[in-house]
């Protein structure tokens, strides 16, 4: 499943903080069940803020501590945080690092406060404005920051049951379903870069003016002014503000338990495709552009293939190669 996974949990609100790579759940991830985090949530009769908050505070911790070491997660999403006890919704741990990116340190052996990354990566929903115009050609690198971009859409979809950008054509495309739709990816592409979203009353009218504002902090176009992991760990609604006051997201979840299943089997298939050997990758891409099909990969392609795809695009024959999406909508 993962190949790697990392904790962090705060002993008290000003006391120490324990962080490792768990080696023990590594060797025992096949045999003890775990489930990532929405997965668990469905089985739940009860959310609430205050749970979703202590799952933020967890992951906000973990890339805290990634990100002073100059590692970018690039792929945060449900499916890569899983619950560490069947019973309880946190803590929780963060895996999947295979997109993860470290980078060089400065001459004063810190780590860079903002690496620069040229390599788009993660999955479409949860990608951050900034990763979208690397994928498209419009910019040329981006930084640690769009990790905070993803935990702002998970915050936003744990408290509502959605995502807060979607890109839909109207036509029965199969894009929900986790095919690939060109007009679809690219509205999905275009609802981010704008960067707007809604609190629908229907949907939000019960939840904390805290819990917005928190997601009003991750989910700004500028990067620059993103809150990071640390200020998120400050912010009052993670401090333990949020109210014990219960979410729809169970039931929503239930009601969408096919989407549940499917996101479940697109996870299996991105973990066989990273299991692929390079000239099997270079194989498969000469027979898409030869045939004009696009991959059946879930995740953006690796550097190799994304050179190929760039010096395509440099060419004027980007079409040929599309970015397949994962099925979270909800």
């Given at each position: 499943m993962a190949k790697s996974m990392l904790s962090k949990s705060s002993k008290n609100k000003q006391g120490t903080v324990g962080v490792g790579y768990s080696e023990r759940w590594r060797r025992s991830i096949s045999v003890k069940e775990t489930s990532s985090i929405l997965a668990h949530i469905q089985k739940q009769k009860h959310f609430n803020e205050r749970e979703a908050s202590r799952v933020v505070r967890d992951v906000a911790?973990?890339?805290?501590?990634?990100?002073?070491?100059?590692?970018?997660?690039r792929d945060l999403k449900p499916e890569n945080i899983l619950c560490e006890s069947p019973e309880k919704v946190s803590p929780v741990k963060i895996c999947d690092?295979?997109?993860?990116?470290?980078?060089?340190?400065?001459?004063?052996?810190?780590?860079?406060t903002t690496p620069e990354l040229t390599t788009p990566c993660g999955s479409a929903e949860y990608m951050a404005p900034e990763v979208v115009e690397v994928f498209r050609?419009?910019?040329?690198?981006?930084?640690?920051?769009?990790?905070?971009?993803?935990?702002?859409?998970?915050?936003?979809?744990?408290?509502?049951?959605?995502?807060?950008?979607?890109?839909?054509?109207?036509?029965?495309?199969?894009?929900?379903?986790?095919?690939?739709?060109?007009?679809?990816?690219?509205?999905?592409?275009?609802?981010?870069?704008?960067g707007k979203y809604e609190f629908p009353d229907k949907d939000w009218a019960h939840i904390s003016s805290e819990a917005k504002d928190l997601i009003s902090k991750l989910l700004v176009r500028d990067a620059k002014q993103r809150l990071s992991a640390a200020q998120v760990l400050q912010h009052p609604w993670v401090q333990g503000q949020a109210p014990e006051r219960g979410l729809p997201t169970p039931r929503?979840?239930?009601?969408?338990?096919?989407?549940?299943?499917?996101?479940?089997?697109?996870?299996?298939?991105?973990?066989?495709?990273?299991?692929?050997?390079?000239h099997e990758e270079d194989e498969l891409a000469e027979e898409s552009l030869a045939e004009g099909l696009c991959s059946v990969r879930l995740s953006p392609p690796c550097k190799s293939r994304l050179a190929r795809r760039r010096a395509l695009a440099q060419a004027g024959r980007s079409d040929d190669l599309e970015l397949c999406p994962t099925p979270t909508t909800l």
């Open positions: 911790a973990a890339l805290d501590f990634l990100h002073t070491k100059g590692i970018a997660h690092f295979d997109l993860g990116s470290g980078v060089k340190l400065n001459n004063s052996c810190t780590p860079i050609d419009e910019a040329t690198f981006y930084d640690k920051r769009c990790d905070l971009w993803s935990l702002g859409v998970v915050l936003y979809i744990m408290l509502s049951g959605y995502p807060p950008f979607v890109g839909h054509c109207g036509a029965d495309c199969g894009w929900d379903r986790g095919e690939v739709c060109r007009v679809c990816q690219n509205k999905l592409f275009e609802s981010i870069q704008e929503i979840l239930q009601r969408n338990s096919s989407t549940m299943d499917l996101t479940l089997f697109a996870a299996e298939a991105i973990a066989l495709n990273r299991q692929l050997s390079q």
